[in-house]
């Protein structure tokens, strides 16, 4: 069974400290899709990054990175020089392959993290 | 362009009610998938549907149903309402199935008394 956990209920930090959000995933799949997205107290949940299980390369988008790694099921987002903005709960997701290099709808979402950046 | 609208964006229901959520996707995208988001269960899938048919359906009890219409835009229905159905109800679009990433909507929350 596929199965996403994010074992950091809450985490809080000062403005322009260092924070990575842990992601660990089960899966028997070998291909398959992971994602992130942020839920800030809008509701709404934005999209931040999909990574699929074939792609290990590190990815950095501004003051966010993240670190996939395969042989440790884990998929962790860090966030350097943390806003007052970026307070927010933080999702990771698994989802099957779809086909046609994408995934499907079922999006397997972990707890979440609550983000609280203080300034 | 106009994100995915969900409407209403608050709902307050009766238990044994029954109650129909909408959710139009970003124009020219063709699948539509539905959570749940609760503080005890968190985000839960509920279905997906692509092309006015149902592609994937999650782990609820019958009360729950959809459909899609023939524009994308798709209907969620909650019958015979219980005081556990109160939660966050998200819809989320792509352009097919086999999809980059799914942008959601605002969500609506509905509220059992």
């Known amino acids: 069974a596929q199965k996403v956990t994010q074992a950091q209920t809450e985490i809080s930090v000062v403005e322009k400290e260092d924070v990575t959000l842990d992601c660990v995933y089960e899966t028997r799949d070998t291909t398959y899709y992971l994602f992130w997205y942020k839920q800030p107290p809008s509701g709404e949940l934005v999209f931040l990054i999909r990574?699929?299980?074939?792609?290990?390369q590190n990815e950095i988008s501004g003051r966010y990175s993240w670190n996939f790694q395969k042989s440790t099921s884990s998929f962790n987002f860090t966030i350097t020089a943390s806003q007052v903005v970026d307070s927010a709960v933080y999702f990771c997701a698994l989802s099957e392959d779809g086909g046609e290099g994408g995934s499907q709808g079922n999006l397997i979402f972990g707890k979440g993290t609550k983000l609280s950046v203080k300034p | 362009k106009a994100g995915v609208t969900q409407t209403p964006r608050y709902l307050i229901k009766t238990r044994g009610q029954q109650v129909t959520l909408s959710c139009s996707p970003i124009s020219g995208h063709r699948s539509v998938s539905w959570y749940q988001q609760t503080p005890g269960q968190g985000l839960q899938f509920l279905f997906e549907?692509?092309?006015?048919?149902?592609?994937n359906k999650g782990n609820f009890p019958g009360r729950f149903s959809g459909r899609q219409f023939s524009n994308s835009r798709s209907e969620m229905n909650v019958s015979t309402l219980e005081l556990g159905d109160s939660a966050l109800y998200l819809c989320?679009?792509?352009?097919?199935?086999?999809?980059?990433?799914?942008?959601f909507g605002s969500g609506t929350r509905l509220t059992v008394v």
């Open positions: 549907y692509f092309s006015e048919t149902q592609r």
């Open positions: 990574r699929n299980s074939f792609d290990e």
């Open positions: 989320a679009s792509s352009f097919s199935l086999g999809s980059y990433g799914y942008t």
